[in-house]
């Protein structure tokens, strides 16, 4: 096409206003096209490398079309668009927003769950304490210290506050 358009202003006898408005022309028809060519060669050790200018002579490449770059104006006004989602990224947010979902409720499922036992075992242990008759607890010697009616009346009212918290 460029050879065309050469081809059209050279046969012709132009004067400079027209000359430069074809020149314009084809820069702006060949600019973009110009830069959207890259070239990714493999080297001898196996490494790959993306490049301007073709490969050397030791390298096997190929050639890659890139997309055209946005409008300076585009990009600065604003307008960038976001890159749009594959069907495949969209069913896996999807996926993973249910898998988090599931994973909240479980959580909140054991989190009563343990609630209720603890609340279970503070009553429990309050029943005991208030049960009248000797308590003790085992030394490291496997020997019984029971404790006097003082420390009981601290105990319950330590197990009291216990119910109080976790039966709520």
Same mark, same amino acid.
């Given at each position: 096409?460029? %050879?065309?358009?050469?081809?059209?202003?050279?046969?012709?006898?132009?004067?400079? $206003?027209?000359?430069?408005?074809?020149?314009?022309?084809?820069?702006?028809?060949?600019?973009?096209?110009?830069?959207?060519?890259?070239?990714?060669? $493999?080297?001898?050790?196996?490494?790959?490398?993306?490049?301007?200018?073709?490969?050397?002579? %030791?390298?096997?490449?190929?050639?890659?079309?890139?997309?055209?770059?946005?409008?300076?104006? +585009?990009?600065?006004?604003?307008? =960038?668009?976001?890159?749009?989602?594959? +069907?495949?990224?969209?069913?896996?947010?999807?996926? @993973?927003? /249910?898998?988090?979902?599931?994973?909240?409720?479980?959580?909140?499922?054991?989190?009563?769950?343990?609630? @209720?036992?603890?609340?279970?075992?503070?009553?429990?242990?309050?029943?005991?304490?208030? !049960?009248?008759?000797?308590?003790?607890? /085992?030394?490291?010697?496997?020997?019984?210290?029971?404790?006097?009616?003082?420390?009981?009346?601290?105990? !319950?009212?330590? +197990? =009291?506050?216990?119910? +109080?918290?976790?039966?709520?």
């Amino acid at each position: 096409m460029l %050879a065309k358009l050469y081809a059209l202003i050279v046969l012709r006898e132009c004067d400079v $206003k027209a000359l430069l408005v074809c020149g314009l022309l084809v820069m702006s028809i060949a600019g973009p096209q110009a830069h959207s060519q890259a070239y990714k060669c $493999k080297q001898a050790n196996g490494r790959v490398s993306f490049q301007d200018q073709p490969c050397s002579d %030791a390298a096997s490449g190929s050639t890659i079309n890139l997309p055209a770059a946005p409008a300076k104006g +585009a990009a600065a006004s604003g307008n =960038e668009s976001t890159p749009k989602k594959t +069907a495949e990224e969209q069913w896996r947010d999807v996926q @993973s927003q /249910r898998l988090e979902q599931k994973a909240r409720e479980q959580n909140e499922k054991t989190a009563a769950y343990n609630k @209720s036992v603890r609340c279970d075992n503070a009553r429990r242990r309050l029943e005991f304490l208030k !049960i009248d008759r000797p308590m003790f607890t /085992r030394d490291k010697d496997g020997n019984r210290q029971y404790y006097e009616d003082g420390q009981r009346a601290s105990m !319950i009212a330590a +197990a =009291e506050r216990t119910v +109080a918290e976790e039966c709520r």
